[in-house]
């Protein structure tokens, strides 16, 4: 069962417009939310966090956005740059201390130059 | 530099066949875990190490060991490797009580059982 669900495998964007990474869960117990940015042959990276405390949290052009009551985030990226082409992860865990991650499937952003 | 190190990054190998795929990381990280990526399934947890000689399952476990004698190494261990174990596999780590969830990943090891 997919607790984290990421349905859209893959998007193109222009270069310079906004980009929408969508997520959805189920476990309402999930408690901290993360985005990774991954490119080929190299590992995840961490890219921006949020708790579930917050409803948004921004860092630079990345903002990730947390609506609880429909168990959705997203990951906004204005203005998109070729460099964001990668592999985003959604990823959820139960909070603080709990360094287990239950990744989504991942979304495939491709930037338009 | 910071880092996590696998070892091998790529590897074939015919079934049945003992390997490990080593994983050594260099920030004193207390939290190491091994992922593995598959198609359509994203990443998902096989085991993890609170700390030195205390390791546990994760999501799927089944046909892998891991040990933890020494705090920077992490090895993940096939004793009898499957053709469904054909894996892209990712250690990560991480300081025990640091951020919850961002962890360090190595730049992973690909395998294929023949």
């Known amino acids: 069962d997919q607790q984290v669900k990421q349905n859209s495998p893959s998007l193109s964007v222009q270069e310079g417009r906004i980009s929408i990474l969508n997520c959805d869960y189920t476990?309402?117990?999930?408690?901290?939310f993360l985005w990774y940015k991954k490119y080929p042959a190299e590992g995840p990276t961490f890219l921006i966090s949020?708790?579930?405390?917050?409803d948004k949290n921004e860092d630079g052009r990345f903002t990730v956005f947390l609506n609880k009551s429909a168990k959705h985030l997203s990951l906004h990226i204005v203005p998109s740059q070729p460099g964001d082409s990668a592999v985003y992860f959604c990823?959820?865990?139960?909070?603080?201390?709990?360094?287990?991650?239950?990744f989504g499937t991942g979304t495939r952003l491709t930037i338009i130059p | 530099e910071a880092q996590v190190t696998q070892n091998p990054r790529y590897l074939i190998t015919v079934t049945g066949k003992k390997l490990t795929v080593t994983c050594s990381q260099n920030?004193?990280?207390?939290?190491m875990s091994w992922y593995r990526q598959d198609p359509g399934l994203g990443l998902r947890q096989i085991y993890y190490?609170?700390?030195?000689?205390?390791?546990d399952k994760g999501d799927v476990p089944e046909g892998y060991k891991v040990s933890r004698k020494e705090k920077r190494n992490f090895p993940l261990i096939l004793e009898s490797p499957s053709p469904n174990q054909t894996s892209l596999y990712f250690c990560?780590?991480?300081?025990?009580?640091?951020?919850?969830?961002?962890?360090?990943f190595g730049e992973g090891s690909r395998l294929t059982v023949l």
């Open positions: 990823a959820a865990s139960l909070g603080s201390g709990n360094e287990k991650l239950t």
């Open positions: 476990n309402s117990m999930f408690d901290y």
């Open positions: 920030m004193n990280h207390e939290y």
């Open positions: 990560a780590s991480n300081l025990a009580g640091g951020r919850a969830g961002e962890l360090f």
């Open positions: 190490s609170m700390n030195v000689e205390v390791t």
């Open positions: 949020i708790s579930s405390i917050k």
